[in-house]
């Protein structure tokens, strides 16, 4: 007994030196020691480090605590920093219009808010590791991140063995070395990239047009940046479309014509294309088996070439005119559309060009209503074409270089969600070429500050989701073999969505639920905090390469918001110890197809409303949705759903229309309202129609509501559902409970729960013909009952085990 005794005082003895040097430490850092605020942080400081060193003891992980440690310790000395440069903080509210007329009341009032929440994240870091130490609650350990030995599976990361899902920052303090751990390790992620784009190339890491001189040689300097990342850690690459070099432009005066936002340049002119066909391929070559090139080579950043003229399109300059090189394309596409056949161009844009090579199209168009014509679908159609084409050619270039090369494309998800298509993007396509899924989906927990009144989802959601859910199931469903990178997710910021006290109930459903639809890879935006707590360069408006554009995504950012911060790392900490049931649940059989058109996306101004009004209605009943289109009845297993919906979609080519009866025809069900299909892609009314010989054709009426589309929906689908049931009552008619549940090899049950909703669900679990079984929250192992409250933005990961 004496000995034990003597044991923990030494022990007791060795904490106390411990924490009383680290909080030394820490405080020699810092200028503001007499500020009440810090007194409190450093004072739970020591607290919750004498907690961690209890839980050493019991061989309980502190990964968590010691990320909670690190944002305090970190965002002290930025809070300092802000208190001592007023004047640079002050300059970066005013860059945001929301915080503009008062930008000297935000500054002032700033770096206390980041000390109350550097106080609150130490408090719920105590709290929880009381209740760990109490045996109240048991976590899961940490399955940490091995940055230097990742693998790629083909529908997978893995670490150590096990299933991870990797996070980081794009950008990243952009001018700091990527072998600095105060701004690569497990508290912010350490993907190393080549993303680094400063505006002036001689500054890139991104591979640029700038690379290649006039006589097709590299330009060393700029390769160096490239050639000297180093191959310690798994990273990416990354094609920076915007600008080209001089050279090009005196060879070639139309070089910039048709240029869009983030593509500098016409993608039909040919020494364009000899330019950048060559940069690939060598630098392909040339980082062939890279670590930085495990998670792919990007291919463009946010690409697209809106060709409405608006003021955004006019501020910008994108697609002004377009060159003659994209204007003969286009009139050889028109020749091949219409079989050569001019008279019927000619009927159906009710013009008299007397051949294919007269023809003209004044781009952009000037008056929004030539949506629906088919002078208009025919160009929509074809810019998307000629995208597809060019990252067509870019890839293969690439994979001259690097036959091996792994590729995506950031996609503006909105481009898919929204109900426009004159900017060139086709997703499907995109997706499937290809070798993984790439986007920058973003979601908010407000309204864009651009709103001048309540949006949509407020009526019924704690958060927007709609851009995240309904792209990342068309894209899962378009390519459900590949890794997804979200290489720039605006969850948490973005050009249109700031809230300066985003809670960290969102930071975490949203991420959960994100990761649930199949993203693998999120680098959130943006980090712009150098180690000594000052914005990076590029902010502050002191270095030739600043950017002003960038300096106003600081304010309000999560690089202000320490609990927002330590949530985003927590989460993907809980997503990696349950990767493996995350895998689990996200490996499902979608029954339910909705049927997804182009055509009509192309010929109606709100069809994406309509498809996402009945993708809501199904989303919350406990099954993966999916999509189905032309392309993936013909090219995938079509036993992998139960029923196709088609919903409001009039306009559909014969190809699309012949697909649906191929899948009738092998005999599938399918579900159609009694005004899609009617149409061909320029609004003539179709001669064949469906008809069922072997399959199962159900026609609507033309009263059915969308609640009983749902319920002869879930009629079809019956069988390859759970036995788990979940009844939700949120006091309102309209669900918000999305929830996913697979049964495992054991017999009992993984349920995933999120409250989407803005209310209190009242959750009744159930499972078919059993009465009685356990649920245990997973994340806590606490046992629960059946039946419970859930509070908005509420995420569960529950086991249900038949007793």
């Known amino acids: 007994m004496f000995t034990k005794r003597i044991y923990f005082l030494i022990i007791g003895l060795v904490i106390v030196g411990l924490t009383s040097c680290s909080s030394s430490s820490t405080e020699k850092e810092l200028t503001s020691t007499d500020n009440p605020l810090v007194k409190v942080a450093l004072t739970k400081t020591k607290m919750l480090k004498a907690q961690m060193e209890k839980a050493r003891l019991k061989n309980i992980d502190v990964t968590r605590e010691e990320t909670v440690l690190w944002f305090a310790k970190e ?116 993907i190393y990239h080549g993303g680094e784009k400063l505006y002036k190339p001689e500054h890139d890491r991104a591979i640029n047009s700038f690379l290649l001189k006039e006589d097709r040689t590299l330009d060393e300097t700029q390769l160096k940046r490239v050639t000297d990342i180093s191959d310690k850690n798994v990273g990416f690459l990354i094609y920076w479309n915007q600008g080209i070099p001089e050279w090009v432009a005196k060879q070639e005066p139309e070089a910039r014509m048709g240029r869009s936002t983030f593509t500098g340049f016409d993608i039909d002119n040919p020494l364009v294309r000899e330019l950048w066909g060559t940069i690939a391929s060598k630098t392909g070559a040339i980082t062939k088996g890279k670590k930085v090139t495990q998670l792919g080579y990007i291919l463009a950043n946010e690409p697209h070439w809106h060709s409405i003229s608006s003021g955004w399109t006019k501020r910008t300059g994108e697609m002004q005119n377009i060159s003659s090189y994209t204007l003969n394309k286009f009139r050889n596409w028109l020749n ?211 950017d002003k554009a960038l300096a106003g995504s600081f304010a309000g950012s999560i690089n202000q918001q320490p609990q927002i911060a330590n949530a985003y790392t927590q989460v993907m900490y809980d997503l990696n110890a349950f990767s493996e049931e995350i895998i689990e649940l996200r490996k499902q059989r979608r029954p339910l197809r909705l049927f997804y058109s182009e055509t009509s996306a192309i010929n109606k101004k709100n069809h994406m409303t309509e498809q996402f009004s009945m993708y809501e209605k199904v989303f919350f009943d406990g099954f993966p949705v999916g999509f189905a289109t032309e392309k993936i009845i013909e090219k995938q297993d079509n036993s992998l759903w139960d029923v196709i919906l088609v919903y409001k979609t009039e306009f559909v080519t014969i190809a699309e229309l012949d697909a649906l009866q191929s899948y009738l025809d092998n005999g599938g069900t399918v579900i159609v309202d009694n005004v899609s299909l009617s149409k061909n892609e320029y609004g003539q009314p179709h001669t064949k129609h469906l008809s069922a010989i072997k399959g199962k054709l159900i026609r609507l009426k033309t009263d059915e509501t969308r609640d009983e589309i749902r319920k002869l929906v879930l009629k079809e689908t019956e069988k390859s559902r759970s036995a788990v049931t979940l009844v939700e009552d949120n006091g309102t008619d309209h669900q918000g409970v999305h929830w996913r549940v697979v049964q495992q090899k054991n017999g009992k049950y993984l349920i995933s729960i999120l409250n989407i909703g803005k209310d209190t669900a009242n959750i009744t679990l159930g499972i078919k013909n059993i009465s009685n079984f356990n649920v245990t929250n997973l994340l806590t192992q606490e046992a629960m009952n059946a039946k419970f409250k859930m509070a908005p933005k509420g995420v569960l990961l529950l086991e249900l085990e038949p007793r």
């Open 336 to 546: 091949a559309k219409y079989d050569g056949d001019l008279n019927a161009l000619n009927k159906n844009w009710s013009t008299k060009f007397t051949s294919f090579d007269t023809i003209e199209i004044k781009i952009p168009f000037t008056n929004k209503n030539v949506v629906g014509t088919p002078i208009y679908y025919d160009w929509a159609r074809y810019n998307m074409d000629r995208a597809i084409d060019w990252y067509s050619y870019l890839q293969g270039e690439l994979r001259k270089g690097n036959p091996e090369a792994d590729t995506h494309i950031k996609q503006s998800t909105h481009h898919f969600t929204g109900n426009g298509r004159a900017h060139g993007i086709d997703l499907e396509t995109l997706t499937e070429l290809t070798s993984m899924i790439g986007d920058d989906a973003k979601a908010g927990e407000t309204r864009s500050t651009r709103s001048k009144k309540p949006e949509e989802w407020e009526e019924h959601y704690a958060y927007s989701w709609g851009e995240l859910g309904m792209s990342y199931d068309f894209m899962e469903s378009v390519s459900p073999e590949k890794i997804h990178v979200n290489s720039e997710s605006h969850f948490l910021s973005s050009v249109s969505f700031r809230k300066l006290d985003t809670s960290v109930e969102y930071v975490e459903s949203i991420h959960w639920l994100a990761t649930l639809l199949g993203m693998d890879v999120n680098l959130t935006w943006f980090w712009a905090r150098d180690p000594d707590g000052s914005p990076e360069g590029r902010l502050e408006g002191k270095l030739e390469f600043s």
């Open 75 to 190: 965002f002290l000395k930025y809070a300092d920093w802000d208190e001592n440069n007023q004047d640079a903080v002050t300059y970066l509210f005013g860059e945001y219009h929301i915080y503009k007329k008062d930008k000297e009341k935000y500054a002032a009032e700033i770096p206390d808010f980041e000390r109350k929440m550097v106080v609150q994240i130490l408090d719920d870091g105590i709290k929880e590791l009381t209740k760990v130490l109490e045996n109240k609650i048991k976590r899961r350990p940490v399955n940490k991140v091995d940055w230097q030995n990742i693998e790629v599976g083909d529908n997978v990361l893995l670490s150590n063995g096990k299933p991870i899902f990797l996070y980081d920052y794009f950008s990243k303090t952009v001018g700091q070395p990527l072998t600095n751990t105060a701004i690569y390790n497990d508290h912010l992620g350490a």
